[in-house]
């Protein structure tokens, strides 16, 4: 069933699990309905006008502009990039952070990502990801180019070994609007150290319009989202590697990708009621993961199909399974039915699949809560949303009463007085620093902040 915006039910069914957040955090919505949320009931309180007319944050949390489009980078080769997006954390020295940060560029962006020698994979790719480090009193200390030449850098996901895999939401082929080479890869980005990138991509982690990654460290599956908005839309994989402990560079040895059946739901959008599980789900090998011929959603995968579900975004690894997120489906657009936002969880010693939460209408466009696209765990508990919905735009986050709250309102309008727009949020994520730091970009215009604050208030 769907719910409201302001108000989000998930089914107990699916709701047991300890999920981990730099190794230790409380469970996601732990100790049932009538657990006390973080926050207070509704989260920390109402969003308090920014008068810069940047930032509409809680009352007690403050933000910080780490970054912003257009302005030099610090390494002095050029521009920071346009379209910030997909975003994690690593922990840096003396209590610092290093962010890496992706660049969703086309060929319309104003700013592309510098190419450097030695980091450029395509010459023609506007896009790639930036590195900064941060020192532990929120200051930027360096932020320079950290894989360039790369195109529609949209999600990701960080691995255990501390690198960063950068994914293409694209299958253009070289030859197609200027590019040199094939595109539609996941690259390893190393935060730390350029000369450790290696700007090639990990081909056999497939070929497709990717959105975001999650990697078990139990094993070192990797777990992928393809974002495709028309049919057949996207579907949800597993990568093997052949070297399953992992490290960096592992993944470049090569392993078997695999897309997820659902026996008898040919389309995810169908399962409406929160807690729906089901029990030994089907992994099916790809047949041609490069897509020589064939994107990878239109190849036979024998009787009984696949799984297909449409706007697959944000993914992450949480204790012993993966979250992933539908960010809406419609029916006008090929559908089996509408929703406005789902989060699904995979158990892979159990081959499990739940359906956890199913957000709703709502006729308040200003209100958060609808169409959820980049995700992660808060360290207190609970989860935090990046809407990428019609109008206003918001961090929002689920309280453990499974109460959805605004925790940051953009106020930077790109469109005009009359009819106002305003950029997603993109790429959320956490630092165990010493005051706990969010930090998460705008896209449009591309602007990094990080935003401290009582998380603890209750």
């Known amino acids: 069933m769907a719910v409201s915006r ?88 003396g209590g610092g952070t290093w962010l890496v940060r992706n660049h969703e560029n086309r060929r319309d962006a104003e700013h592309r990502v510098p190419p450097v020698e030695g980091l450029t994979y395509d010459p023609e790719g506007l896009g790639g990801c930036t590195a900064l480090e941060v020192d532990g009193a929120g200051r930027v200390r360096t932020e320079r180019v950290a894989i360039a030449g790369t195109a529609v850098n949209c999600a990701g996901g960080p691995t255990p070994w501390h690198t960063w895999l950068t994914c293409e939401e694209t299958e253009d082929r070289a030859g197609t609007d200027g590019y040199t080479k094939d595109h539609g890869f996941v690259f390893e980005v190393d935060p730390y150290r350029p000369d450790r990138t290696v700007p090639e991509p990990l081909a056999a982690m497939g070929r497709f319009q990717h959105e975001a990654v999650a990697v078990d460290p139990r094993d070192g599956a990797v777990y992928e989202t393809e974002d495709a908005f028309d049919k057949p839309f996207g579907l949800f994989y597993r990568f093997l590697p052949v070297k399953p402990k992992g490290g960096a560079g592992s993944l470049r040895a090569g ?55 449409q706007k697959l975004e944000g993914c992450y690894w949480g204790g012993d399974r993966v979250y992933f997120v539908s960010s809406y489906a ?39 809560g609808d169409s959820p696209d980049n ?68 896209y449009e215009p591309g602007t990094t902040f990080a935003i401290t604050g009582p998380w603890d208030r209750r």
């Not at 920390?44 to 949390?61: A, C, Q």
């Not at 499974?402 to 007085?417: C, E, F, M, S």
């Open 6 to 93: 302001r108000r989000l039910l998930a089914g107990t069914g699916a709701l047991g699990a300890g999920i981990a957040f730099s190794g230790a955090v409380e469970q996601l919505f732990a100790g049932g309905a009538d657990a006390e949320p973080i926050g207070g009931r509704d989260g920390y309180g109402p969003l308090v006008p920014d008068p810069k007319g940047v930032l509409d944050l809680p009352s007690g949390f403050e933000y910080r502009v780490l970054s912003r489009e257009g302005e030099p980078l610090r390494s002095g080769e050029g521009p920071v990039p346009s379209h910030a997006d997909g975003m994690s954390t690593f922990p840096g020295s």
């Open 255 to 309: 392993g078997r990708l695999e897309a997820l059946r659902v026996p008898g739901v040919p389309d995810l959008s169908v399962v409406q009621k929160p807690g729906t599980v089901f029990d030994r789900v089907e992994w099916v090998a790809v047949p041609d993961p490069l897509a020589r011929e064939t994107p990878i959603r239109f190849q036979d995968f024998g009787t009984g199909g696949i799984t297909h579900a």
């Open 330 to 368: 419609r029916t006008k657009e090929g559908s089996g039915a509408d929703h406005f936002g789902q989060v699904w969880s995979y158990e892979p010693s159990r081959r499990r699949l739940a359906l956890v939460i199913v957000f709703g209408p709502d006729t308040d466009v200003e209100a958060p």
């Open 375 to 442: 995700i992660c765990l808060a360290p207190q508990g609970g989860l935090m949303v990046c809407e990428d919905g019609g109008g206003a735009q918001h961090v929002y986050g689920v309280t453990r009463r499974r109460r959805v709250y605004p925790l940051a309102r953009n106020r930077q309008n790109i469109g005009t007085d009359g009819k106002p727009e305003w950029g997603e949020f993109a790429g959320v994520t956490f630092a165990r620093d010493r005051r706990t730091t969010m930090f998460v970009n705008v």
